[in-house]
């Protein structure tokens, strides 16, 4: 499991907490979420090891439980930007095919908006609920993939449980998606907020896949409902 790296240099020295004044103009939610963002240990940590934000720490959390990221596997990412998660798969996946002797994979993220480039993934504007967006994906892929991850989030709309709503709706099409590029014995991993309407989208899986398991990854925010659901031997 990843950790976060800790100042030992001192006995009983404590980090230093930033404190962030509220400034004219900005709200206080803004406020609060700013110093939030300065005082959390994986935003820190992503800038130290070149990630574009700290959920790239959920998906590398993921990965060293379940173990779907493995070299000479075809991955895609939807909603991919800002990229975290395609840079922590062009590492594990051999997408560089920088560790010889092992099978080199290939990572494709889609999203609604243009990404910056990212060495080793292959990345495409695209809307996966779009009409023939699956066949887009086996051409790109030259075949099946073996993984289908998301992070996806709807809007916020500020009502938990509409978010809550949204974010199901958004994690089953995801799943359609999933089960016409899947290949058999394939992985599907996404995000939902806790809520009491994930029922259906469990019954779903469980009809498509072996197992379905669900895990809260120490990256995620304690205040967060966020936890994801994985998804692992497509029956195809």
Known sequence: ???????????????????????RGRKLSSTLWLERQLNDPYVKRAQ??????????????????????????????????????????????????????????TILGVDL???????????????????????????????????VMSDMAAASSGHKQTDHLRIIALCEAAAYFAFDVLAPGGTFIAKVLAGGAEGDL???????????????????RSNSSEKFVVATGFRG
């Not at 493995?70 to 998660?85: E, Y």
């Not at 062009?90 to 092992?102: D, F, H, M, S």
């Not at 504007?125 to 086996?138: C, Q, R, S, T, Y």
Request: hydrophobic share 40%.
């Open 1 to 23: 499991m990843a950790k976060i790296p800790t100042n030992n240099s001192g006995r009983g020295q404590r980090e230093l907490r930033v404190k962030v004044k509220t400034a």
């Open 48 to 105: 130290v090891e070149g990630y574009r934000g700290r959920a790239a720490f959920k998906i590398l959390e993921l990965d060293d439980k379940y173990r779907f990221l493995v070299p000479g596997a075809r991955i895609v990412d939807l909603g991919c930007a800002p990229g975290g998660w395609c840079q922590v798969a062009v590492r594990r996946i051999n997408a560089l095919g920088e560790r010889q002797g092992k099978k080199v994979g």
């Open 202 to 220: 469990q019954a779903l899986l469980k009809k498509k896949f072996t197992k379905v398991s669900n895990m809260k990854p120490p990256a995620s």
């Open 113 to 147: 908006q243009e990404v910056e480039s990212i060495p080793g993934a292959e990345i495409h504007v695209l809307d996966f609920m779009e009409d023939g967006a699956d066949d887009k994906v086996k051409t790109w892929l030259d075949g099946q993939a073996d993984v």
